[in-house]
């Protein structure tokens, strides 16, 4: 029996088999995007990991210079070398499609392209590890906005991925089976009715013949 109360005809009979088939078409195609979602979803993975660990090793290593600096250098000479940057960097977002996801692509501009304003102070009463430093920490910038970037697509694609699971599941556990069900019943249904109407015809038919001819079969 199937869950909901249908009627055994066979309208309805063709609608079950059309849905079922839509069904199983969309079950196979919301199949083939999720497992191309976990595919791709692996591959930022990697790279997340990737940018993760070149980010953590410029970081330790721009601190650490700017450890040494600190040590050398005095707190108020330290502050008034950073107080006034010359270089400022100007922020752009735009989005990508992935498999019906819009990713966040990140893009930056520099105010110059001079490589040497990154130093907002002369050379003359500053150490070497701040220059190393800044020089690192510079280097390490775009690393830190594409793992940004990176990471946002991964959290992206994870909702995209359960979402379309969910609809695979629906599809192959409830939605399939319910159209399968309803189609055997409606097919055993008519069947019945197809019987009992040849049954009814067959004993119409003797009635008849018995009346005519005056003879029981």
């Known amino acids: ?77 330290l502050e008034q070398a950073i107080l006034y940057p010359r270089q400022s960097v100007e922020l752009q977002m735009s989005f990508k499609n992935v498999m019906s996801v819009n990713v966040p692509v990140y893009d930056f501009k520099t105010k110059t ?24 920490l510079s280097r390490v910038f775009e690393d830190m906005l594409e793992l940004a970037q990176v990471e946002k697509t991964m959290q992206l694609m994870a909702q995209e991925i359960e979402k379309t699971r969910r609809r695979v599941n629906a599809l192959e556990y409830v939605m399939i089976p319910e159209c399968q069900e309803n189609i055997k019943y409606i097919s055993m249904k008519l069947e ?25 079969y």
Request: proline share 3%; aromatic share 6%.
């Open 192 to 216: 019945e009715n197809d019987r009992s109407s040849k049954v009814r015809l067959m004993k119409v038919k003797d009635m008849v013949l018995e009346k005519a001819h005056n003879f029981k």
């Open 113 to 136: 392209a001079d490589t040497g304003d990154i130093y907002p102070y002369g050379f003359a009463q500053t150490s070497g590890e701040l220059d190393d430093a800044l020089g690192t």
């Open 1 to 77: 029996m199937p869950k909901t109360a249908i009627t055994p005809t066979r309208m309805v009979l063709n609608q079950q088999k059309t849905r079922l088939k839509m069904a199983t078409r969309g079950h196979k195609l919301l199949k083939d995007k999720r497992d191309e979602l976990m595919r791709q979803f692996f591959e930022v993975v990697r790279k997340n990991r990737e940018l993760r660990t070149r980010v953590e090793e410029g970081l330790t290593e721009a601190f650490s210079a700017l450890s040494v600096a600190s040590a050398i250098m005095s707190p108020e000479m």
